[in-house]
């Protein structure tokens, strides 16, 4: 998923997704992208109040309209993914700032075996970028099913990677059991 973001000198370089699955369905999920920016356009924005609450909004709304594109299901249903938070910081360096998107999504799980399903656009990865989904204690993975590279770590982690120029089909599913 790559973010639009308006400023023509700002290029992104990095980006990590960690999505927390609790047991009464909700899944949180935390994003966040590194980008080069030569100008220090985003530290500049820290000192003008009215300018990065207009970037912020601008961020929201792009985030919402790429999760609203998608299509997510939990066991067959469909669910919405929202922005619950936007954030620009930065890693030291004025032309490293990361923007940290906090979204959550809820669906019904059921003793057994359940399926999140993720369609999007396919696309080409523009930049390395790796994914961990977290299951809680007593849930197990049982099958992946992503165009990107995978290992499932002591049955109920997923570590998702994709390096820049690998292309991605626009569909992901996750199959657990909770026990």
Do not use: C
């Amino acid at each position: 998923m790559t973010i639009i973001v308006e400023t023509v000198d700002l290029k992104p370089i990095h980006a990590q997704g960690f999505f927390i699955v609790s047991r009464n369905g909700l899944i949180t999920q935390i994003v966040r992208f590194d980008y080069y920016d030569p100008k220090a356009y985003y530290k500049q924005l820290y000192h003008k109040p009215q300018e990065y609450e207009r970037e912020i909004e601008k961020l929201y709304s792009n985030m919402q309209q790429a999760l609203d594109e998608e299509r997510v299901y939990i066991n067959g249903e469909r669910v919405y993914p929202k922005v619950q938070l936007v954030n620009i910081e930065h890693n030291g360096f004025e032309d490293n700032p990361y923007i940290t998107f906090i979204i959550n999504f809820k669906g019904k799980f059921r003793k057994g075996i359940n399926v999140y399903e993720n369609y999007y656009e396919d696309t080409v990865a523009e930049y390395d970028y790796e994914v961990y989904w977290v299951f809680p204690q007593r849930f197990e993975i049982v099958e992946v099913v992503s165009s990107s590279d995978y290992d499932v770590v002591d049955g109920r982690i997923v570590y998702l990677w994709s390096r820049r120029g690998d292309r991605i089909k626009g569909y992901e599913r996750i199959v657990f059991k909770i026990k």
